[in-house]
């Protein structure tokens, strides 16, 4: 089951680097920047660095390119032009600290100190970027509420990835 999943994993990869979120159902044929930072996590403890390391190329590509930092985009890097909304709680959540500690154990601390410098580029009074109001009204949302909000751990956690690539 682990190499048809790993399989499965590459074969929905694009030539860019975005992770397919699903194969087998249209509807989600996009790459989720959350999804797909657990997904490089997998691929790169199963060896396959190098499609761990095409998606964090693609990700910076996205960034680099000023379009943003969507829920999720299409698989050649392009901003889902679908009803969707674009910025979704669940969706984002705390994906930015995946891609930081995938990139450090992936060895890679320049990388992941640019990452790093661009989430302490777009902090506000408020908290980190993650924590941004949501602009998603999903039903699970409407009858629970929002997420509690981690505003110390975040800041806690980026002390400690900050200190981590400083040594």
């Given at each position: 089951m682990r190499r048809r999943s790993v399989q499965v994993i590459r074969d929905?990869?694009?030539r860019e680097g975005g992770y397919v979120a699903s194969p087998t159902f249209a509807q989600y044929g996009f790459s989720w920047l959350r999804d797909g930072s657990f997904i490089a996590d997998a691929m790169s403890r199963v060896g396959e660095i190098a499609s761990a390391e095409a998606f964090f190329d693609w990700v910076a590509r996205i960034v680099t390119a000023g379009r943003g930092l969507d829920a999720?985009?299409?698989l050649a890097g392009e901003r889902d032009?679908?009803?969707w909304p674009h910025r979704q709680h669940d969706g984002y959540g705390g994906g930015e600290w995946l891609l930081l500690t995938a990139l450090?154990?992936?060895?890679?601390?320049?990388?992941?100190?640019d990452c790093l410098d661009w989430i302490a580029a777009h902090e506000r009074a408020?908290?980190?970027?993650?924590q941004s109001p949501p602009e998603s009204y999903e039903p699970w949302v409407e009858k629970w509420g929002l997420p509690p909000l981690p505003l110390l751990w975040s800041h806690a956690m980026f002390?400690?990835?900050?200190h981590a690539?400083?040594?």
């Open positions: 929905g990869q694009s999720r985009y299409r032009g679908s009803g450090l154990g992936l060895a890679d601390p320049a990388r992941a100190r408020a908290g980190l970027p993650e002390l400690t990835l900050a690539l400083d040594n």
